[in-house]
């Protein structure tokens, strides 16, 4: 991007650097949320989301619980 700061894109005359960036932007929220599938799935196959759905009241939130 920084060696491309000066040129534009054709006749339309936007900035190739205003472009990537949002290009590079959109890359990276993609990417985060394959990750977060994959560390999702991972989790699923360790056992980990099983164990904590076999502790008691799991689904609960603690501090809506009634006293």
Same mark, same amino acid.
């Given at each position: 991007?920084?060696? +491309?700061?000066? =040129?534009?894109?054709?006749?339309?005359?936007?900035?190739?650097?205003?472009? #990537? @960036? *949002?290009?590079?932007?959109?890359?990276?929220?993609?990417?985060? +949320?394959?990750? =977060?599938?994959?560390?999702?799935?991972?989790?699923?196959?360790?056992?980990? #989301? @099983? *164990?904590?759905?076999?502790?008691?009241?799991?689904?609960?939130?603690?501090?809506?619980?009634?006293?």
């Amino acid at each position: 991007m920084y060696f +491309m700061r000066d =040129m534009t894109s054709g006749a339309s005359g936007l900035l190739l650097g205003a472009l #990537l @960036l *949002r290009s590079v932007l959109g890359m990276n929220a993609a990417m985060g +949320m394959v990750t =977060m599938s994959q560390l999702v799935t991972a989790e699923r196959e360790d056992g980990t #989301l @099983l *164990r904590a759905k076999a502790t008691p009241d799991s689904r609960h939130n603690p501090w809506n619980a009634p006293a």
